[in-house]
């Protein structure tokens, strides 16, 4: 399946960038994440790095959209700092971003480089997990 560049929430990448770009800060905030909830409104976060493991930007989005009563998102963007534009999601977070909301695109592509909105598109969450494991399919149904 072929997204085209127009179905990209622009706005919504201009929030993450100027989350990464004012609030991302040394070694332990590298990344921002920005969500579109379906109610329209715009959740965004940082990740918290640390040595032992930490969550990225994307998983502390799902905890602050929580935490903010939203608990529908359409779509979902990282941005690096120092400019290094629109990050793809890790593995762990694509996984978790599936089983917490399996209908959700993911904006991806204009790494460094590209201008800004140059090279995105906005793809279904389980088209970054070929093959997909659904955690929920695999729950077995209380007796």
């Known amino acids: 399946m ?22 991302c800060r040394g070694d332990n905030h590298t990344m921002a994440a920005a969500a579109r909830a379906r109610d329209g409104r715009i959740v965004t976060a940082v990740n918290a790095y640390h040595f032992t493991g930490g969550p990225c930007a994307e ?14 998102l359409e779509t979902v963007v990282a941005v690096g700092d ?24 993911i904006i991806v592509g204009g790494g460094e480089g590209e201008g800004e909105g140059q090279g995105l598109r906005a793809v279904p969450v389980a088209e970054l997990l070929p093959s997909t494991y659904v955690w929920a399919d695999h729950q077995l149904d209380a007796e």
Do not use: F, M, N, S
């Open 2 to 23: 072929t997204t085209r560049t127009d179905d990209v929430d622009h706005e919504l990448v201009r929030a993450a960038a100027e989350v990464a770009r004012t609030r």
């Open 82 to 105: 120092r400019d290094r534009g629109v990050v793809p999601p890790c593995g762990r977070c694509r996984q978790a971003l599936l089983d917490y909301y399996p209908d959700l695109r």
């Open 59 to 72: 998983l502390v989005l799902i905890g602050a959209a929580a935490a903010q009563g939203v608990y529908e």
